[in-house]
């Protein structure tokens, strides 16, 4: 008898444990303060609007703050913004980390009317008519166009776009983290590279052109992927052992010679 009403107590006491953490919960760790931190001063960062769009409610628990659906809203609402942590500082703070998003490459639409702005994650920043452009510099990727939201132009910024060939979407990817890994990411990608064209003619070639003249070649049906490619194709345009036209030409994996190498023309 006394052992049963030792197991009842210390289940009651668990029971009290539990009710007491709930409440402390609901009343002390509660979103008080909410302050939005960048790495950049920017007319982008309007903290304001940030911490509106967040969606997180003051007087809400703190500990059941969903993170992934915070980040979502603030990205959709501010497609200049990128969240790069939230964290609780107990018992009542939450703290946005962000950073701005840098526009580097410019797709056409379907139907040829509108320019979307995209970032190195594919993101659309902006949208313009085509005949007018976004006025921002960019790389101009062409051969590749994107799925115009049934909603209108305007209703894909803020989300990742989607391609009308997803395969060489996939490629774009690939060349967009190559260049950030390559530390060409940002304003040096569209400072190095000038355009990106898409030739689906017999499988997935790129042409890479530079801004000096002088174009990277990727073939899709090779073995090594277009990521090594564009690495090996970078290095050998770097090499001071090398000798080759910067202004023209093309740079490419030779089946023949089983090399890269600098050709003036291609077949």
């Known amino acids: 008898m006394n052992r049963s009403k030792i197991v009842i107590g210390i289940f009651v006491a668990l029971i009290l444990i539990v009710i007491t953490i709930v409440l402390l919960a609901c009343t002390v760790f509660v979103v008080r303060d909410i302050s939005v931190e960048s790495e950049y001063s920017s007319g ?15 007087g809400r628990s703190i500990v059941t703050l969903n993170k992934e659906k915070v980040i979502a809203a603030i990205e959709r609402a501010n497609p200049y913004v990128e969240v790069t942590g939230i964290r609780r500082v107990f018992p ?12 580097i490459m410019l797709v056409k639409s379907a139907d040829q009317s509108t320019y979307a702005l995209i970032d190195s994650s594919l993101k659309v920043l902006n949208v313009a008519d ?13 051969g590749l166009s994107f799925v115009m939201p049934d909603e209108g132009p305007h209703a894909a910024i803020g989300t990742v776009i989607s391609f009308s060939d997803p395969a060489c979407g996939e490629v774009l990817s690939d060349i967009a983290a190559l260049a950030s890994d390559y530390e060409l990411g940002g304003r040096r990608f569209f400072t190095f590279f000038k355009e990106i064209s898409f030739d689906t003619t017999d499988g997935i070639v790129v042409y890479i052109k530079t801004n000096k003249g002088v174009s ?4 899709k049906s090779l073995t090594s992927s277009v990521y090594d490619q564009l690495y090996y194709c970078l290095i050998f345009y770097s090499s001071k052992d090398v000798n080759l036209d910067q202004d023209k030409g093309y740079i490419l994996f030779d089946k023949d010679v089983n090399a890269y190498c600098w050709k003036e023309t291609v077949d």
């Open 92 to 103: 009542s703070k939450v703290v946005i980390s962000t950073t701005i998003r840098t526009g």
């Open 216 to 219: 990277l070649v990727l073939d």
């Open 130 to 142: 085509a005949s007018t452009g976004t006025g921002a510099s960019a790389t101009v990727v062409k």
């Open 44 to 58: 982008l960062l309007d903290e304001d609007k940030i911490v509106e769009s967040s969606g997180i409610e003051k």
